[in-house]
Antibody, heavy 116, light 114 residues
Framework: EVQLLESGGGLVQPGGSLRLSCAAS????????MSWVRQVPGKGLEWVSV????????HYADSVKGRFTISRDNSMNTLFLQMNNLRAEDTAVYYC?????????WGQGTLVTVSS | DVVMTQSPLSLPVTLGQPASISCRSS???????????LNWFQQRPGQSPRRLIY???NRDSGVPDRFSGSGSGTDFTLKISRVEAEDVGVYYC???????????FGQGTRLEIK
C-alpha cells in the first residue's frame, strides 16, 4: 500500500523558512517523480514543484521559483521542500504526491501558516 | 499557460441520479506522443485528493465503475452514472500535457446531495 506522510508544517513569520518532509513507503520510491501540491484552506489545488526520479530535473511554479527548493533522498525514501522567504500567500496545506501520469497517490498534507 | 475551466462550479444532485462535470482547456491536450494527459480527482470533505481517472478515460484501481471519463481535444467530461452519498465533495480536472507549469488544475466543482 502506497503511503506518503508529510511533516514539518507550522506557524512561521513572513520572511522565515520551513523545511517540509514526506516519508514514502509501499512503492519503489527511487523509480518515480514526486510533486508538491498546495491548497489554501477552502480553495483549489495549486501545483508547486516536481522532481524527477533520479533528482536530475526539477521544476517550479512561478509563484515559488527562487524561494522554494525541492529535493529527495532516495536512500531514505524521503522527499523535501525547503521554503525560504515565506509570504502570507504561501499559507496552505502542502501535499506530497507520487507521480504516475500526473499525481496519483497523495499524502494527508501538512499545514503551513505564514503570519506575524 | 493553459487554463482549465470547469462547469458547473456547484452541482446539486438527487441520490441515484446521474451527474456530469465539464472541463475545458484553453489549448488542445494531445501530447506529442499521442497521449492526452487529462486527469480527474475527487476530494471528499476533510480528505486529501484522490485520483479517479487518468489520461481522459482510465479508471484508477478501486474506483467504482459508476465513474467514467470521456472527451478529446479541449473538452472533457466526468460522469457519475448514479450518485451515492459518498460522492459528495469537490471534483477537479487537471492537465499535464503543456508545461510549465507542470500541472494545471481546474477551479473545482462542488457536488452536493439535493
Amino acid at each position: 500500500e502506497v503511503q506518503l506522510l508529510e511533516s514539518g508544517g507550522g506557524l512561521v513569520q513572513p520572511g522565515g523558512s520551513l523545511r517540509l518532509s514526506c516519508a514514502a513507503s509501499g512503492f519503489t520510491f527511487s523509480s518515480y517523480a514526486m510533486s508538491w501540491v498546495r491548497q489554501v484552506p477552502g480553495k483549489g489545488l495549486e501545483w508547486v514543484s516536481v522532481i524527477s526520479a533520479n533528482t536530475y530535473s526539477t521544476h517550479y511554479a512561478d509563484s515559488v521559483k527562487g524561494r522554494f527548493t525541492i529535493s529527495r533522498d532516495n536512500s531514505m525514501n524521503t522527499l523535501f521542500l525547503q521554503m525560504n522567504n515565506l509570504r502570507a500567500e504561501d499559507t496552505a496545506v502542502y501535499y506530497c504526491a507520487k507521480d504516475g501520469w500526473g499525481p496519483d497517490y497523495w499524502g494527508q498534507g501538512t499545514l503551513v501558516t505564514v503570519s506575524s | 499557460d493553459v487554463v482549465m475551466t470547469q462547469s458547473p462550479l456547484s452541482l446539486p444532485v438527487t441520490l441515484g441520479q446521474p451527474a456530469s462535470i465539464s472541463c475545458r482547456s484553453s489549448q488542445g491536450l494531445v501530447y506529442s506522443d499521442g497521449n492526452t494527459f487529462l486527469n480527474w480527482f475527487q476530494q471528499r470533505p476533510g480528505q486529501s485528493p484522490r485520483r479517479l481517472i487518468y489520461k481522459v478515460s482510465n479508471r484508477d484501481s478501486g474506483v467504482p465503475d459508476r465513474f467514467s471519463g470521456s472527451g478529446s481535444g479541449t473538452d472533457f467530461t466526468l460522469k457519475i452514472s448514479r450518485v451515492e452519498a459518498e460522492d459528495v465533495g469537490v471534483y477537479y480536472c487537471m492537465q499535464g500535457t503543456h508545461w510549465p507549469p507542470k500541472y494545471t488544475f481546474g477551479q473545482g466543482t462542488r457536488l452536493e446531495i439535493k
